[in-house]
Structures are given as C-alpha cells and as structure tokens.
C-alpha cells in the first residue's frame, strides 16, 4: 500500500509540473508582441489567428 501511495504522489508530481510548464508556455507566448502574434502568409503578414484561419481551411 506505501509502494502505491508513492507511485500516485511522484504521478501528481508529474502532472503538475507539466500542467504548470504548458500555463507558462501559454502565457508567454499570448504575450509575447513579437513573433508570435504576426504570421506571413505568401508575402502578406497577417496575425496569428488568420493564419491558423488559412492552415484549418487551406489557402
């Protein structure tokens, strides 16, 4: 029974620091100004929501 109790605590661990890396990854990357809010499709830069617009449903 210890063994187990062991196992699910280094698994929530696990979860969390995972969970906690991709909030921050969000986060920056929401707001970040720079790269990531410009996209360039062709030779027109538009922002980061027409181009996931343009890879969801073709050019």
Do not use: Q, R
């Amino acid at each position: 029974m210890n063994k187990w109790h062991n196992f699910y605590k280094l698994l929530l661990g696990y979860c969390l620091i995972i969970a906690t890396l991709l909030i921050i990854e969000h986060y920056l990357l929401t707001d970040s100004p720079t790269s990531t809010e410009l996209c360039i499709i062709g030779n027109e830069i538009t922002t980061i929501s027409e181009c996931y617009d343009v890879m969801l449903n073709g050019l």
